[in-house]
């Protein structure tokens, strides 16, 4: 089973920046994908970023493009997303998620979760 961790949520201003982590244990399969999504009150699931952690290859979703960049690191199996730039209706609550490739997470319903964290960016 594979088991994911979030951290590094919180407050912070508009303009700023936030850095998550998504922690991988437990089986990790040799070829993987991890994702983050988001969803704020009110509002529908978002597929924000993905990364092959084999090959990675990155997704971005529109929204998210020029501002957050997703990175790996192999030997913690960890996944970041770094968020700059921040916006008010970036507010959300985060979560990574597994699955075999970034295809499967994006368009389908990912097999792990993590337990989210939550975002605000509020001055």
């Known amino acids: 089973q594979l088991q994911l961790v979030e951290s590094g949520g919180g407050l912070v201003q508009p303009g700023g920046s936030l850095r998550l982590s998504c922690a991988a244990s437990g089986f990790t399969p040799d070829y993987y994908a991890i994702g983050w999504f988001r969803q704020a009150p009110g509002k529908e699931r978002e597929g924000v970023s993905c990364?092959?952690?084999?090959?990675?290859?990155?997704y971005y979703a529109d929204s998210v493009k020029g501002r957050f960049t997703i990175s790996r690191d192999n030997a913690k199996n960890t996944v970041y997303l770094q968020m700059n730039s921040l916006k008010p209706e970036d507010t959300a609550a985060y979560y990574c998620?597994?699955?075999?490739?970034?295809?499967?997470?994006?368009?389908?319903?990912?097999?792990?979760w993590g337990q989210g964290t939550q975002v605000t960016v509020s001055s």
């Open positions: 998620a597994a699955d075999r490739t970034c295809i499967d997470i994006i368009t389908t319903d990912p097999r792990y």
């Open positions: 990364i092959g952690m084999s090959d990675g290859n990155t």
